[in-house]
């Protein structure tokens, strides 16, 4: 669509025109005064009024209601500058004109105010799925420093260094490790770390589709996040595919970013929700230490943190701009 496009709302129109009213019917009742003094009492008033008029141009964008907002705020700057060649007065008057101007034009910004933040999009949360594997994955610290030493590709040091790391984490002795760590020995294919992402990523999902909010036809936004792990063909594009999601999906992977991701990819999807109405978002987050992922070397210690800190889980995240959601959330 080309064009600008102006928003009519007729709670605006008649707002701003009974402030144009009143304010006209007061400040004629006022007299007159001095055309230098008009001047000065013209000068706070524009201040005043511009910076107000200057937030709400920053904070909104309807481009209709910011058109009337600029004419309104016109003329009623030619209003004054109108009055101010009305003749002579006292300036006990003038004092009395401006505060009365300032007053009145507080509360119809405020109005205005509220009148632009009832056309804001709320986001709503309408469910939530974790990803628990089976107990045959946990891996306990010392059973985890065991299967370091079994790899064969670690020395000593390296051993010790991230055994330091596991004893000064916050990672107790329920953890899980995809099935490619637990293998012996470890299996670092491509095909491997495709499952290990696939059993996660799809547990959570099935169990978003199956709670019945929503079908998968209605999501109309996707973003799946994952910090080690990320192939080609994406992880979106498995999940599109996988659940024959509609084909104008706006889909999204997110990588390399660490644990950061499921923060983004949230802020994300409530941006994309802000302009894409009527819709449903699902937000995927991931982790998977795969045998590929981890790091088998003994000079970067920085690397080697990775291994111990990480390891397998997901959540799905269900979010929603349509109103008619909201009894979901009591």
Known sequence: MSGNVIIKDERLDGCI???NSWLSAHLKTLGSFPKDLGCLALVPLVLVGGSQLLSLLLSHKFLGIVSQ????????????????SLGTSSNKAVLGS???ALALMQPVFLTLKK????????TYLLDLALFKPDDSCKVTKDEYVERAKKTGFLLESSIEFQKKVLDHSALGDETYAPPSMLS???DVSQAASDKDADIAMFGVVDQIFAAGIVKPE??????????????????????????????????YSL????????????SL??????VNRNTHALAVNLEVVSGQQGYRGNKRRSMMVTNCIFRWGAAAILLSNKPSKRILLS
Not at 72 to 81: G, I, K, M
């Open 17 to 19: 025109s009974s402030a």
């Open 69 to 84: 907002l600029v004419y309104w705020f016109s003329s009623s700057v030619e209003l004054f500058v109108d009055w101010t």
């Open 98 to 100: 401006l505060l009365l």
């Open 115 to 122: 009148l632009l933040d009832s056309q804001r999009t709320p």
């Open 184 to 186: 012996y020995p470890i």
């Open 218 to 251: 209605d999501v109309g936004i996707l973003v799946v996040t994952c910090s080690l792990f990320c192939p080609v063909p994406s992880l979106a594009s498995r999940v599109v595919n996988r659940y024959k999601l509609r084909e104008d999906i706006e889909a």
């Open 255 to 266: 990588g390399g970013m660490g644990c950061s991701t499921g923060v983004l990819s949230i």
């Open 269 to 274: 999807c409530r941006d994309l929700l802000k």
